[in-house]
C-alpha cells in the first residue's frame, strides 16, 4: 500500500523557515517523480515543485522560486521541502504527492502537515 | 501560471447528471490533453479520478468522466449519489514542467 506521511509543519513567524519532510512506503520511491501540493485554508490546490527520480531536475511555481527547495533522500525514501523567507500568504496545508509522470498526475497524496506564519 | 476557472458551487439531485467545466487557456488546457481531476472531501487527501482528460484510474467508479472542448476540460458525473459530495479540482499542464489547478468545485447532492 502507497504511503505518504507529512511531517514538520507548525507555526513560524514571518521571515522564518521551516523544512517539511514527507516519508514514503509502499512503493519504489527512486522511480518516481514527486511533488508539493499547498492548499491555503479555505482555499483551492495549488502547485508547489516537482522533483525528477534522481533530484537533478526540479520545477518550482513562479510566484516561490527562490524561496522554496524541493529536495529527496531515495536512500532514505524521502521527500523535502526547505521554505525560507516565509510569509502570511504561505499559511497553507501542505501535501506531499506522488507524480506519475505515465499520465502526468499525482496519483497518490499524504494527509498534509500544516504551516501557519504568524506573529 | 493563473488558476484555472471552475464554478464555485454545483448542486445535483441523486440519480442526475452533473458537469464541472474547467476553463483554462491556449497555453494549458487548450494545448495538452493533460487535464486531472481530484475529489476532495472535507480535512482529507485529494483523490485522482481523470487523467488524460478522460482516463479512470482503477477503482475510480464508471460515472466519472471527463472530457475537453478547445480550452474547457469538463467532469460529469452520472446517476449521483450522496457520497459525490466533495470538492472537485481541476488540473492541467502548463508547459516547462509547471501545473496548474483550478480554483474548485463544492458539489451538493440536494
Known amino acids: 500500500e502507497v504511503q505518504l506521511v507529512e511531517s514538520g509543519g507548525g507555526l513560524v513567524q514571518p521571515g522564518g523557515s521551516l523544512r517539511l519532510s514527507c516519508a514514503a512506503s509502499?512503493?519504489?520511491?527512486?522511480?518516481?517523480?514527486m511533488s508539493w501540493v499547498r492548499q491555503a485554508p479555505g482555499k483551492g490546490l495549488e502547485w508547489v515543485a516537482n522533483?525528477?527520480?534522481?533530484?537533478?531536475?526540479?520545477y518550482y511555481v513562479d510566484s516561490l522560486r527562490g524561496r522554496f527547495t524541493i529536495s529527496r533522500d531515495n536512500a532514505k525514501n524521502s521527500l523535502d521541502l526547505q521554505m525560507n523567507s516565509l510569509r502570511a500568504e504561505d499559511t497553507a496545508v501542505y501535501f506531499c504527492?506522488?507524480?506519475?509522470?505515465?499520465?502526468?498526475?499525482?496519483?497518490?497524496w499524504g494527509q498534509g502537515t500544516l504551516v501557519t506564519v504568524s506573529s | 501560471q493563473s488558476a484555472l476557472t471552475q464554478p464555485a458551487s454545483v448542486s445535483g439531485s441523486p440519480g442526475q447528471s452533473i458537469t464541472i467545466s474547467c476553463t483554462g487557456t491556449?497555453?494549458?488546457?487548450?494545448?495538452?490533453?493533460?487535464v486531472s481531476w481530484y475529489q476532495q472531501y472535507p480535512g482529507k487527501a485529494p483523490k485522482l479520478m481523470i487523467y488524460?482528460?478522460?482516463k479512470r484510474p482503477s477503482g475510480v467508479s464508471y460515472r466519472f468522466s471527463g472530457s475537453r472542448s478547445g480550452n474547457t476540460a469538463s467532469l460529469t458525473i452520472s446517476g449521483l449519489q450522496a457520497e459525490d459530495e466533495a470538492d472537485y479540482y481541476c488540473?492541467?499542464?502548463?508547459?516547462?514542467?509547471?501545473?496548474?489547478f483550478g480554483g474548485g468545485t463544492k458539489l451538493t447532492v440536494l
Open positions: 522533483i525528477n527520480q534522481d533530484g537533478s531536475e526540479k
Open positions: 488540473c492541467s499542464y502548463a508547459g516547462s514542467s509547471t501545473w496548474v
Open positions: 504527492a506522488r507524480y506519475r509522470a505515465q499520465g502526468q498526475n499525482f496519483d497518490y
Open positions: 491556449s497555453s494549458d488546457v487548450g494545448s495538452y490533453n493533460l
Open positions: 488524460e482528460g478522460s
Open positions: 509502499g512503493f519504489t520511491f527512486r522511480a518516481y517523480w
